[in-house]
């Protein structure tokens, strides 16, 4: 593909990407907030991509996993549900 040709994908790709920035944004913004009003311990590590990476005490994963997922996925209006999908491990490699 040729110079003319990335330029084009780019230009095509920019609104969503950008639309994708904006959530995950927005959802890191609230989250931090709810998993305190909700009495959880986990803490925001870091961001990759489209995903959250978290530390969760033992015993609050289920909650934990359901309140991000309620939180992330309520973040915006689309006309299709954004869904969000959870993992868990001791590693970022091992939750996927």
Do not use: C, Y
Not at 54 to 77: I, K, N
């Amino acid at each position: 593909m040729g110079e003319r040709g990335n330029a084009e994908r780019a230009a095509i790709n920019a609104p969503f990407q950008g639309g994708a920035a904006e959530i995950i944004k927005r959802a890191m913004v609230r989250l931090p907030r709810a998993l305190q009003q909700a009495g959880l311990s986990a803490r925001m590590l870091l961001q990759v991509h489209d995903e959250l990476v978290f530390e969760v005490p033992e015993g609050e994963e289920a909650r934990t996993a359901e309140l991000v997922r309620q939180v992330m996925e309520g973040v915006a209006s689309l006309r299709v549900p954004l869904k969000v999908d959870v993992g868990f491990g001791r590693s970022w490699a091992e939750a996927h």
